[in-house]
Nanobody, 117 residues
Framework: QVQLVESGGGLVQAGGSLRLSCVASGIIVSINTMTWYRQAPGKQRELVASITSGGSTVYADSVKGRFTISRENAKKTVYLQMNGLKPEDTAVYYC???????????WGQGTQVTVSS
């Protein structure tokens, strides 16, 4: 059974930083494209960043240059380093595999990020 547990969220002032972590079980992280999504109140869930098994990364335009996705396969963990946070980054952040996200499965509880102005 797939389980994805996100952590590292919190309340931070604009311009601050947070590092989110996602620990996976039930899947082989090293062979999956891993993704971070976010969902703000009243909005649809959106893709923030992804990283392939080969380490190629893709970012939403809104976070390019500020966020960095990485993975540590031995720890089955995916990270999202968020710098230069803005109030519009406020959302619940989720990690998932690209395949499970496409079928709307595998979602964990997420971690809340709140950025104050």
């Amino acid at each position: 059974q797939v389980q994805l547990v996100e952590s590292g969220g919190g309340l931070v002032q604009a311009g601050g930083s947070l590092r989110l972590s996602c620990v996976a079980s039930g899947i082989i992280v090293s062979i999956n494209t891993m993704t971070w999504y976010r969902q703000a109140p009243g909005k649809q869930r959106e893709l923030v960043a992804s990283i392939t098994s080969g380490g190629s990364t893709v970012y939403a335009d809104s976070v390019k240059g500020r966020f960095t996705i990485s993975r540590e396969n031995a720890k089955k963990t995916v990270y999202l380093q968020m710098n230069g946070l803005k109030p519009e980054d406020t959302a619940v952040y989720y990690c998932n595999t690209r395949r499970l996200a496409a079928s709307n499965n595998g979602w964990g509880q997420g971690t809340q990020v709140t950025v104050s102005s």
